[in-house]
């Protein structure tokens, strides 16, 4: 355990019957994740001893993305929704003996920032709550603060004329030692018009300790949370905005920004080149000098310095282009791994694939990976040439410096520097076209 010890609770229980969906509300995508994917991101840069998601509705769901994004994350289940304090006491079990920091993060609320983090986690307070300053306040609850601290949060229901004019307003996010929370969190009431017990009421009741509570502010957006499809609209938008200028910033050239779509992950390195109309699924790395002409998608792919894709190629998830590599237009990659220098210019799939350094891949080359119920590998050597239109019927390895005429089925292994030809011999039937089309002019002529 780390000297100063955090735990992070990520609240991710609501049905969120707003977004008018099957689909629990935190597995809804936004750059090209779901929602919680961006609160275990966020959770991420505190390098936390541990995480714990709270699951309820569509928990199974809930539970293997979690799975996918983070194998070490926790998840506990909040079988009826009580409110947020009644959540948070779901993760006690998971908390029992440790000793540091828990922040509670929400599932829903994608833009809390690192460094908003890290303020809460080194605030020395008993109790942190992040505020924010909202340019219309709302319906938000109001962070009470004096010099003392924050005095208390005021649901805005509950609010004077007074209080309402604050516009410093609770986000949810709070930060506290564990010790406390164990304390506390058993002793929230649900003595309240919804019947649920809040979390905010921790302060009054820390407050009551002699504990000190106090509030680390951040933007409006970054609390922003979705709770209908216009609101994940809208935060889609800001976050490929943010995107777009963050690779800017960083040295990517985007010819048309606007037209560029990134994913939470999405690693560019300098000097690479991005055209237009180009979409980045999850997974995707870019190495500085590379090129990605327009029209693209790519998704778990891995592209080196100096290669080039498209226009119109498609990367699937375990794509691997070696340094100067090119994948041409109408080109299809998947799991399968391009070395240095090769060339697929058009209208090819290679799938389950490993082709050595500077071979070059004809058109219309297909690697015939799949036979019903296996999927198998091809295996190309380096400085090879693969004729146009080669069906190349895996299990198969055709040699180093090996060549395949144009239009083969290649079924067997061809050795290093050999040439395989696989194909029907051409019969030449004279005048046979002639007489086919004059009997079918006949034909529908006596109808």
Same mark, same amino acid.
């Given at each position: ?18 977004? /008018? ?6 597995l809804h995508r936004l750059g090209g994740v779901p929602l919680v994917g961006h609160a275990l991101a966020a959770a991420r840069t505190l390098d936390p001893d541990q995480v714990i998601v709270v699951a309820g509705h569509g928990a199974d769901q809930v539970r293997k993305a979690v799975a996918r994004l983070n194998p070490d994350a926790r998840i506990v289940l909040q079988e009826e929704q009580l409110g947020t304090g009644h ?91 564990? +010790? ?10 649900? !003595? ?9 009421? %921790? ?10 509570? !106090? ?7 970054? $609390? ?5 499809? +216009? ?8 976050? /490929? ?26 690693? *560019? ?15 995707? $790395? *870019?190495?500085?000098?590379?090129? *990605? ?24 998830p375990g794509a691997e282009l070696g340094g100067d590599a090119h994948v041409g237009n109408f080109v299809e990659i998947k799991n399968a791994v391009l070395d240095e220098g090769v060339k697929v210019g058009h209208l090819t799939y290679l799938g389950d694939a490993h082709i050595g350094e500077h071979t070059n891949i004809g058109a219309g080359t297909i690697t015939c990976n799949y036979d019903g119920v296996m999927k198998h ?6 400085? +090879? ?6 069906? %190349? ?17 290649? $079924? ?13 011999? /051409? ?5 046979? +076209? ?14």
């Amino acid at each position: 355990m780390s000297d100063n010890p955090i735990a992070v609770v990520v609240l991710a229980a609501g049905q969120g019957s707003r977004m /008018q969906s099957d689909l629990p509300k935190v597995l809804h995508r936004l750059g090209g994740v779901p929602l919680v994917g961006h609160a275990l991101a966020a959770a991420r840069t505190l390098d936390p001893d541990q995480v714990i998601v709270v699951a309820g509705h569509g928990a199974d769901q809930v539970r293997k993305a979690v799975a996918r994004l983070n194998p070490d994350a926790r998840i506990v289940l909040q079988e009826e929704q009580l409110g947020t304090g009644h959540a948070v006491r779901q993760a006690l079990p998971d908390l029992e003996g440790f000793e540091g920091k828990v922040i509670v993060l929400y599932g829903d609320t994608p833009f809390i920032g690192e460094d908003t983090l890290a303020a809460l986690a080194s605030h020395t307070a008993d109790l942190v709550v992040l505020g924010f300053e909202a340019e219309d306040p709302g319906r938000y609850g109001r962070l009470v603060v004096t010099d003392r601290g924050l005095e208390r949060i005021v649901e805005f229901k509950d609010a004077d004329a007074a209080t309402r004019q604050i516009a410093l307003c609770n986000s949810g996010v709070m930060a506290l030692d564990a +010790a406390l929370l164990r304390q506390l969190v058993v002793r929230l009431s649900n !003595d309240n018009a919804s019947g649920e017990y809040y979390l905010t009421d %921790l302060v009054e009741l820390a407050r009551a300790e002699g504990r000190r509570a !106090d509030v680390v502010t951040c933007d409006e957006e970054e $609390t922003l949370g979705i709770n209908t499809r +216009a609101e994940l609209a809208a935060a889609e938008a800001a976050f /490929q905005t943010r995107a777009r200028s963050d690779a800017l910033d960083n040295g990517v050239t985007l010819p048309d920004p606007a037209t560029v779509w990134f994913s939470l992950d999405t690693c *560019i390195g300098r000097d690479a080149i991005i055209g237009q109309n180009v979409v980045f699924g999850p997974g995707v $790395t *870019i190495e500085s000098g590379a090129e *990605i002409l327009p029209f693209c998608h790519l998704e778990g792919c891995h592209i080196s310095s100096g290669a080039t894709v498209g226009p119109f190629a498609r990367l699937r998830p375990g794509a691997e282009l070696g340094g100067d590599a090119h994948v041409g237009n109408f080109v299809e990659i998947k799991n399968a791994v391009l070395d240095e220098g090769v060339k697929v210019g058009h209208l090819t799939y290679l799938g389950d694939a490993h082709i050595g350094e500077h071979t070059n891949i004809g058109a219309g080359t297909i690697t015939c990976n799949y036979d019903g119920v296996m999927k198998h590998r091809t295996q190309i050597g380096a400085r +090879a040439f693969i004729g146009s239109d080669t069906m %190349l019927v895996a299990p198969v390895r055709v040699g180093s410096e090996a060549m395949t005429g144009s239009g083969s089925v290649i $079924t067997q292994d061809v050795p290093d520097g050999a040439m395989a030809i696989g194909r029907a011999r /051409q019969t030449v039937k004279p005048g046979l +076209a002639i007489r086919m089309m004059q009997a079918l002019r006949a034909k529908k002529e006596n109808r």
